[in-house]
């Protein structure tokens, strides 16, 4: 019984192991059945290229319909690339007030410029108006006499009657003759044959003579619209400045050009200044106590241009009462420094209400339309702007004007003005930058490009336009 019984677990074992042994052959056999299977699935197996097969439509187009013009691509790409490597310099181009020349300070002037150890030939300003006399008046061309009226005539407008003339028709009682031969000398002297000269005896001033020839000197006759652009810079001679400005802009720069046809505040402000002074030759003495009151030229002699620019602040300051207008404007000007732009609003109108001078409500109304830029009422700014620009037509009012359209939304009428201003004013730096934006909104590169050439001819290095190279 015991031998049955080992015999039964023997047989059960070997038939276990005959089960293993069987399972153990067919798991080999799966696996590697699987092996052959991820060859052909899971491996891109390299093929031979069918020549006759359609090429990949992702990495080329053979239909040429389909195709972009390659001319067309290469200029969009070129314009575009141009216009993103376009440089704008917009730091300074919002238009701020700038503090008005207080009434107690000398202002912008080119008194500098003059050599007082020379003396000073001036007219007693007590013996003003000075007495014109233009001769031939009859029989002169059509307008001549009026364009040498209005030279005389512009002095005393911009100067608001500082000084005054009166035309006469008997030479024995002018204090300036101003002659009119048909033809200027041979060497044609002056400004196109234009001269002066004053008459001396003993330091006394006796008068003084203009000669205004009706011919140029190439031989063509004057043109009489412009005749007082020409006259004007002598007249300022004839008043007693025997210097020139070193700014362009000034009627009495060294060079008559387009840019100083007009007479500047900073031509009336030296004017002013110098009849501080008491001349060595004047036409009347001065009495002791009037001499008192001016600056002696012994008190600036071998001094330096600032020590006579402090001399002749604190003489002009002396004693001097305090102006409503000058207050009112301080107070306006503060409350805009402080960012209080519906309080300065309110001042400068009171400002604008108390000033009597066309130079004061000029600047006022340019204030006021910067004020209402900071205020968002485009249409007020623009007709305060517009305001300035009729009583005072200099760059900046008629920069504003041309802004306020700009930021309004009005960029054709800010590409007109700018245009115009640029024209007239090519080195108005400002303008540069703000008519950029606007060619480069149009993608106008034709015109961006002949700009960046002309900001680049006037200002080199400092354009602020230019394209990155």
Known sequence: MYRNKILVITTILIALLLGVMIWSANVVADHNSQQKDDNVIGVELPQAQDQNSEPDKITEITDEEEKPSEDEDTADDSENSQLSNLVIDTS??????????????????????????N?????????????????????????????????????????????????????TIAEIVVSTPKKPKEDCPGENGIEY?????????????????????????????????????????????????????????????????????IDITTLKLLYNFVPSVTNKNYTNTEMRKMIRLADVKNKKP????????????????EDPLETT??????????????????????????????????YINNCLAIICIKLQKYPDALNYANMATEISPIPKNKYLSAYINFVSGNETEAQANLENLLARYPKFINAYSVLAQIYKKQENTDKLNALVQQSKEHFMDSSPIYYKE
């Open 92 to 117: 300074n181009i919002v238009p701020t007030i700038t503090k008005r020349e207080q009434s107690n300070t000398l202002g912008r002037n080119y008194i500098d410029q003059f050599d007082f150890s």
């Open 119 to 171: 003396g000073l030939t001036l007219w007693n300003i007590s013996t003003f108006p000075l007495h014109i006399y233009i001769e031939g008046e009859d029989k002169l061309p059509a307008g001549f006499a009026d364009g040498i009226k209005v030279a005389f005539n512009n002095w005393q407008q911009a100067s608001e009657e500082f000084v005054k003339f009166e035309y006469v028709t008997d030479p």
């Open 197 to 265: 000269e004053f008459n001396k005896k003993n330091n006394r001033l006796l008068g003084a003579s203009i000669v205004v020839p009706q011919t140029s000197c190439t031989g063509t006759d004057v043109d009489t619209a412009s005749l007082y652009t020409l006259l004007q810079h002598t007249i300022g001679h004839i008043l007693g400045i025997n210097t020139h400005s070193q700014r362009p802009a000034d009627v009495m720069y060294s060079t008559l050009s387009y840019e100083n046809t007009i007479l500047s505040d």
């Open 306 to 321: 600032n020590e006579i620019l402090n001399i002749l602040s604190t003489h002009i300051n002396a004693n001097k009462p």
């Open 329 to 362: 404007l301080n107070e306006a000007y503060e409350y805009y420094q402080n960012g209080n732009y519906i309080k300065a609003q309110k001042s400068y109108l009171t400002a604008l209400n108390k000033a009597e001078n066309a130079l004061d409500k000029a």
